[in-house]
C-alpha cells in the first residue's frame, strides 16, 4: 500500500538551530515528491518538486533533498516566521497524491 | 493569496443534508484538485479535474461528486452527511494537466452537527 510518513510529528528549536524533517515514502513508481508548507487555518503553500534521487532544490534557509525511500527537508538558521506544518506528498504513476500528516515546527526566539 | 477562491469559507449543516462547495481556479489554469483535511487523516486527495473531464480519482466517498464547469469552475457535492465528513476541505489549481506546482484555495469549513 502507497504511503507516506513524515517524521518527526513535532519540532521546536532555537532560532537559528538547525535541522531536518523526514519524510519516507512507499510508493508504486514515484512520479514526484512534494512539499509544502501549511499555516494554521490556510491552505498549503507549495514549496518544491523533486523528480529523481540525488535531487536538491533549495529555496532561501530551505533545502530539499531525495533518495529513493525518503526525502528530507532541512532548515538553516531558522527564524520565527518559519514556524509552520511541513508537508510533503508523494505522486505515483497512478496519479494518485499521498500526502504525510506533517511536521508541526515551532521556532523560538 | 493563491489566485484561488472558494466559497462559502464556513458551512454548518445537520447530518443528512447535501452541500455544494464552490471553487474558482487561477487565472489560466486548466486543472482543479479537492482534498479533505481532517484532524485525525491529514489531507486526503479526492479528484482531479482537467478541462472539464476528470483525470485522477482518490479517497472519494460515492456520497460525494464533483464536477468542473466550461469556465473552468469547479463544484464538490457532499450529500447524506455524516458527523465524520466534518473536515476543511481545499480547492487547489495547476497549469497542467499532470500534477505540477499546485496552488491551494484558503479552503471551507464544513461542520457537520
Known amino acids: 500500500e502507497d504511503q507516506v510518513t513524515q517524521s518527526p510529528e513535532a519540532l521546536r528549536l532555537q532560532e537559528g538551530e538547525s535541522s531536518s524533517l523526514n519524510c519516507s515514502y512507499t510508493?508504486?513508481?514515484?512520479?514526484?515528491l512534494f512539499w509544502y508548507r501549511q499555516d494554521p487555518g490556510k491552505g498549503p503553500e507549495f514549496l518544491f518538486t523533486l523528480y529523481s534521487a540525488g535531487e536538491e532544490k533549495e529555496k532561501e534557509r530551505l533545502k530539499a533533498t531525495l533518495t529513493k525511500k525518503e526525502s528530507f527537508l532541512h532548515i538553516t538558521a531558522p527564524k520565527p516566521e518559519d514556524s509552520a506544518t511541513y508537508l510533503c506528498a508523494a505522486l505515483n504513476t497512478g496519479n494518485q497524491f499521498y500526502f504525510g500528516t506533517g511536521t508541526s515546527l515551532t521556532v523560538i526566539p | 493569496d493563491s489566485g484561488v477562491t472558494q466559497t462559502p469559507k464556513h458551512l454548518i449543516t445537520a447530518t443528512g443534508q447535501r452541500v455544494t462547495l464552490r471553487c474558482s481556479p487561477r487565472s489560466g489554469d486548466l486543472s482543479v484538485y479537492w482534498y479533505q483535511q481532517s484532524l485525525d487523516q491529514g489531507l486526503q486527495f479526492l479528484i482531479q479535474?482537467?478541462?472539464?473531464?476528470?483525470?485522477a480519482k482518490g479517497n472519494i466517498l460515492e456520497r460525494f461528486s464533483a464536477q468542473q464547469f466550461p469556465d473552468l469552475h469547479s463544484e464538490l457535492n457532499l450529500s447524506s452527511l455524516e458527523l465524520g465528513d466534518s473536515a476543511l476541505y481545499f480547492c487547489?489549481?495547476?497549469?497542467?494537466?499532470?500534477?505540477?506546482?499546485?496552488?491551494f484555495g484558503p479552503g471551507t469549513r464544513l461542520l457537520v452537527l
Open positions: 510508493v508504486s513508481g514515484l512520479r514526484g
Open positions: 479535474y482537467y478541462n472539464g473531464e476528470e483525470r
Open positions: 487547489a489549481s495547476s497549469a497542467a494537466v499532470w500534477q505540477e506546482t499546485q496552488y
